[in-house]
């Protein structure tokens, strides 16, 4: 591929209403391309009206396995969350148990199943897959996201730099990133690292993902009262940003156009 073509993706839509506008903002305003959606979260109900009000915008989901909330009751699922609902917020624990418990895998793949299944009830098309914290590529989770992509043609995968990851993915004809910016900068995407990144792209499909915003409160200064959301969305809206893609030469694209191409 000659172009460098740049995806950009609003991670944690549907967690909570200052999210959810930020999207919307960023979408309308701004040069976000992508939102990737929690199916658990109180406020998942009114991001999906804003995804079906906004169609331009493109949307995925946003497997949630950790820091939220299950679509299976406990019943289904109990060595996964407690009685309320939630995952646990410990992040490498949860990793280490997922990993040596055949029983907790299967309750992992029960959960999953039930957020594609409904999320593809929302009648939005997916437009990719990923996790919160990047969960899915987990070695035990990625067998299970292969699994059900396949099973429910899901055709596009975030790739975070992991070797293992893309030959798993290219194996099973999924398509996915070349290259990814924000894991060193998740909650700092301000502008000032926007104009570091832009003139590093090079040629193929970059995913650049963030976590906008119109402000750090409730559930965000709860879990991530470290990040900058605010300058987060105003990054995506300023009109230096489509100057710098502009200069670059970077044509600002989605997951779903990648496959279309190729189909």
Known sequence: MNMKRLIITADDFGLCREVNEAVVRAHTRGI?????LMMGEEATDEAIGLAKANAALKIGLHLTLVEGR????????PNLVDKEGRFSNAIVWSGIRY????KIQKQIEMECQAQIEKFLATGLKMDHLNSHNHLHIHPSILKIVVKLAKEYGIKAVRLPWVLRTRRVLDKADIYHNDMIFGLSESGKMNLQAWERIIPKLD???TEIYCHPATATTG???KTMPN??????????MDPKLKELLKKYDVQLTTFSDMFRSHD
């Open 99 to 102: 990993f040596f418990s055949r």
């Open 32 to 36: 976000l391309t992508c939102a990737s």
């Open 70 to 77: 299950s679509v299976l009751p406990h019943e289904k699922i």
């Open 219 to 221: 559930i965000l200064q």
């Open 227 to 236: 990040y900058r959301h605010v300058e987060e969305l105003k990054a995506l």
């Open 203 to 205: 040629k193929g499909i």
